[in-house]
């Protein structure tokens, strides 16, 4: 059985339609890429920023509370000298031993 084949005409007019549609849809799908990017890379940016805040502040506090030690230190020392002494040669003995144990 013999079939007939057709073979469509293509209007020129619909495929430079449809090109134009399709370009139209890629620029807005780059502009929308792109809009995207910018607004994950602020949201990074702020995330950064409160971590470095965070960190900055963190390193403050620890500084301010290890010279509060060292002042507390200070004051224990020259209200107690003799004390202070004692306590430091019992340290150096305790770790002099400590590290002799550690080798035999």
């Known amino acids: 059985m013999a079939t007939k084949t057709t073979t469509a005409k293509t209007n020129p007019n619909n495929e430079t339609d449809l090109v134009k549609a399709l370009e139209s849809q890629i620029e807005g799908l780059q502009s929308d890429v792109h809009a995207l990017m910018k607004a994950v890379t602020e949201r990074g940016e702020s995330k950064l920023d409160q971590a470095s ?51 035999g």
Not at 63 to 68: C, I, P, S, Y
Not at 75 to 98: F, M, R
């Open 53 to 103: 805040d965070a960190v900055s502040d963190t390193t403050q506090k620890t500084a301010e509370f290890a010279n509060e030690e060292v002042e507390h230190v200070r004051d224990y020392i020259k209200k107690q000298p003799i004390k202070s002494v004692g306590l430091a040669l019992g340290a150096g003995i305790a770790l002099a031993l400590l590290s002799r144990g550690q080798r």
